[in-house]
Nanobody, 120 residues
């Protein structure tokens, strides 16, 4: 069983910063891609940022230059540094991990989500 636990969400004023963290635990042995998605009320879940096992990154156009994704492979963690936050960044942010579990099975896993609210 694989668990993803996110932390770091909260309420921040426009222009502020937050850092999200996600820790993977359980019987996951090799982690490939890691990423952050978000879902605002009434909207579909969208990719915010992704990072491969080799460190290559990709970002949604709306967050380029403001957000930075990173990972610590030894700790099985992924981070999202969010700067210059805007009200339209308000959403529930989800951690996503693709990796191999016991038996060599490739799976895709989601965290429970953490709320980010940008408001004055």
């Amino acid at each position: 069983q694989v668990q993803l636990v996110e932390s770091g969400g909260g309420l921040v004023q426009p222009g502020g910063s937050l850092r999200l963290s996600c820790a993977a635990s359980g019987s996951i042995f090799s982690i490939y891609a890691m990423g952050w998605y978000r879902q605002a009320p009434g909207k579909q879940r969208e990719l915010v940022a992704g990072i491969t096992s080799g460190g290559s990154t990709n970002y949604a156009d709306s967050v380029k230059g403001r957000f930075a994704i990173s990972r610590d492979n030894a700790k099985k963690m992924v981070y999202l540094q969010m700067n210059s936050l805007k009200p339209e960044d308000t959403a529930v942010y989800y951690c996503n991990v693709e990796g191999v579990i016991a038996g060599g099975v490739l799976g895709n896993y989601w965290g429970q989500g953490t709320q980010v609210t940008v408001s004055s």
